[in-house]
Every structure is written in structure tokens, then in C-alpha cells.
């Protein structure tokens, strides 16, 4: 297992912001009372910025960042992803221009958010609450992202060590067992980490096989678009180095990838080979891997 986790990379990545929204409940009660139903039956939530671009734009750029993590790495444990150590610097390149945007939009909210704070009461009238606004230094405490990088540990580094010399032998045994107990959990997390890329590939092959195989179902670019993303992206994804993996991979890419969209969409040979080429993939994934 060293070979390969010394050559991993786990990363995590949080994000916290102001959502603006929140429960409204004395107009919760209003509405139970109106339709003489529990207050647990219906809770009406109020926008407390509705009209904030700028904080509309900092939640968008928050879901790109958590698109582009999820897309480039895999799920290792909770809080924690993985990739291989050889694409960091893909993944960084990416990632830090989006992250830097992410910090210019949150400081283009907070100039504004004074004045918006007034605005909203305007906007929500007899449903603004002054309490539900943080002031401005505190909404700038609401906001923060964090990427953090660590290197996978190896159970092979694990040393139990004995207080005394009578206690050598025991903290040998220890050792060996912790060690062992530990690379069964890394090997079940290899395995629950490669399934997750499995299933990449497993959809984006049955996706295509569906829309070519039946000669008059329509389909978006990004049919092919993101079937060339996914091959790019296996090299780093594929963190045990499965050669089946890398071969279904070359043949995705044989054959879906080569192809534009436009020639697809014609009736005929080549999307009829294609169409059996995607089912082809299912096939051999059907020996080791279930959807």
C-alpha cells in the first residue's frame, strides 16, 4: 500500500459563509393560525437580502469552487478528499484564480452590505428585524475558505513505543497490530474511493449508450464535452493505478471522444459503433463493478 499512498495527497475543503435566510416565526405562526394547521406542518422562511447581487454572486462562485473540488479529487473520508500528488499543481492552477475570486466578491459584498442592510428593511417591511443582522465587523467574521493539503499518512510510520524495557516485546506486538489493522482500513478506503471514480465512468458510458443507441434521441454538447473531462481527469482520479481502469479509459476515449457532436447526431454507422463501444465498457465493468 506504500507504494501508492505515499504518492496521494488528501485535501480538504470548507467554506463558510452568510446564507442570508432564516426562519420567520412569528409569520410561521401567522400561516398555521390562517390554515388552522400545526406550526410544524409549514415554515415560511424570509430572504433577509433579496435583492443582493453581490451576495448572489459569492454564493454562485462558492458552488463552482465545491464543483471544481469534487470534480478533481476523490471521497477518501469525511471532510476529506484525495488525489494523486502528480496533479497538484493542475489542481492548484485552477483552483487558486477561483478562490481569489471567491475573496474579491466577498469584499465587494461587504462594501455594499451597510446600505443593503438598510435597503432590506424597505424591501421586507413589516418582516424586517433589525436583530437578524450581524454588523458589518461581524459579517466580515461570517466569511472564510480554507484548502488544506496533508500528505496520506502510511500505517508503516505507526511505532508504538514502550515506557519500559520489560514492555518492548508488547509494544512490538502493539505495533505490528495497529499496523495491520490500519492498512485494512486504508485498503477498504482504496476500494470505497475507487468505486466512487468507477461510477464515473460506469455513468458517463451509459449515459452516452442511451441517448446513440436509440437513433432519434437528441443530446447537449456536453455529452461529449464531458466525457473528454473525464478521460483528461483519470490519470489523477485513478489512485491505485488500476490498469482496467486506464484501458476503459483509452477506449472512451477512442471512441466517444474522437467524435463531434455534430457527426453523432447523424443517423448511421458511426453512432451505431459508438453506441456499441459504451455498451462494450458496461460490459467489462459488469465483472467487478455493479451500479
Not at 228 to 234: I, M, N, Q, S
Request: aromatic share 8%; charged share 25%.
Amino acid at each position: 500500500m506504500s507504494t501508492v499512498s505515499n504518492k496521494l495527497i488528501t485535501v480538504a475543503l470548507n467554506i463558510s459563509e452568510w446564507k442570508a435566510n432564516k426562519k420567520d416565526k412569528r409569520i410561521t405562526q401567522q400561516v398555521a393560525h390562517q390554515h388552522g394547521t400545526p406550526q410544524e406542518a409549514a415554515r415560511v422562511y424570509k430572504s433577509l437580502l433579496p435583492m443582493s447581487s453581490a451576495l448572489d454572486k459569492v454564493h454562485q462562485q462558492s458552488g463552482a469552487i465545491r464543483t471544481l473540488y469534487y470534480r478533481r479529487t476523490v471521497p477518501w473520508e469525511y471532510g476529506q478528499n484525495v488525489f494523486k500528488a502528480s496533479a497538484y499543481l493542475d489542481f492548484a492552477n485552477e483552483m487558486r484564480p477561483m478562490i481569489a475570486q471567491w475573496k474579491q466578491l466577498v469584499k465587494e459584498f461587504l462594501a455594499v452590505y451597510p446600505q443593503q442592510r438598510i435597503d432590506a428593511a424597505m424591501i421586507l417591511n413589516g418582516m424586517y428585524d433589525p436583530a437578524d443582522y450581524p454588523e458589518p465587523e461581524e459579517m466580515e467574521r461570517k466569511f472564510d475558505l480554507t484548502l488544506r493539503f496533508r500528505p496520506l499518512p502510511e500505517a508503516g510510520h505507526i511505532v508504538i513505543e514502550a515506557a519500559e524495557e520489560a514492555q518492548s516485546e508488547a509494544a512490538e506486538a502493539a505495533t505490528r497490530e495497529l499496523r495491520a489493522e490500519l492498512e485494512a482500513g486504508i485498503r477498504a478506503q482504496y476500494g470505497d474511493a475507487m468505486n466512487s471514480v468507477w461510477k464515473r465512468l460506469y455513468e458517463t458510458a451509459k449515459h452516452a449508450h442511451d441517448r446513440l443507441s436509440d437513433p432519434n434521441a437528441r443530446f447537449h454538447d456536453s455529452l461529449i464535452e464531458n466525457a473528454r473531462e473525464l478521460v483528461g481527469l483519470l490519470p489523477s482520479l485513478n489512485i491505485a493505478n488500476d490498469q482496467t481502469m486506464n484501458d476503459l479509459a483509452a477506449q472512451l476515449k477512442a471512441s466517444l471522444c474522437t467524435h463531434s457532436p455534430e457527426v453523432l447526431r447523424q443517423p448511421g454507422v458511426t453512432r451505431a459503433e459508438t453506441a456499441r463501444a459504451m455498451a462494450d465498457i458496461m460490459s467489462k465493468m459488469g465483472a467487478f463493478y455493479s451500479a
